[in-house]
């Protein structure tokens, strides 16, 4: 019966003592790990402050900030289609261009402009623009048309328009 106990608290202590060992290891991996860290980030700092060229000096570029043109609303009577003949058009609009002078030259040749949108309304028909496709088309359309020339100077870069007002009667 001794025997019994003898070899059941050699394995016990065996065990216990690969486990001492094992939690040691890391240990000792640990520190290593840490050692080589510190010895590698010194030399970092070493190099770069060792360096005759000046680290590169990148330039933040601040946002721009958007320019808006607010336009007047539009009341357009819209192109006749199938059994509707008095569908009208209330549209506001804002565009947003790429910088001042555009803006500038919107508003130097605004009844240019607004005939020119005017002008492009009244083509549509209701049902064309009471889908998004259409809207979206409508978008591209007044792109394109204010960027051709106002009196023999280029047209402005209209990079988006915004709708305030959308309603179809």
């Known amino acids: 019966m001794s025997n019994k106990k003898k070899s059941t608290t050699t ?5 216990r003592s690969l486990f001492i ?4 290891l890391l240990a000792i991996a640990a520190c290593a ?3 080589w860290t510190m010895y590698e980030m010194k030399n970092m700092q070493a190099r770069l402050l060792s360096d005759d060229t000046p680290p590169e000096v990148i330039e933040v570029v601040e946002p721009v900030a958007p320019v808006y043109v607010p336009l007047d609303t539009f009341t357009v009577s819209l192109k006749p289609g199938g059994e509707e003949f008095d569908r009208v058009l209330y549209i506001g609009l804002t565009l947003r261009v790429s910088n001042e002078e555009d803006k500038i030259k919107i ?3 605004l009844p240019e402009v607004r005939s020119r949108l005017l002008m492009l309304f009244s083509g549509r028909s209701a049902e064309e623009l009471s889908v998004n496709e259409g809207k979206s088309q409508l978008i591209q359309d007044i792109k394109q048309i204010l960027n051709m020339p106002l009196d023999e100077k280029p047209g402005v870069t209209v990079t988006d328009v915004l709708f305030n007002a959308f309603i179809l009667r």
């Open 107 to 109: 508003e130097k040749y």
């Open 33 to 35: 790990i840490a050692a």
């Open 11 to 15: 394995g016990k202590s065996k065990a």
């Open 21 to 24: 060992f094992f939690i040691l």
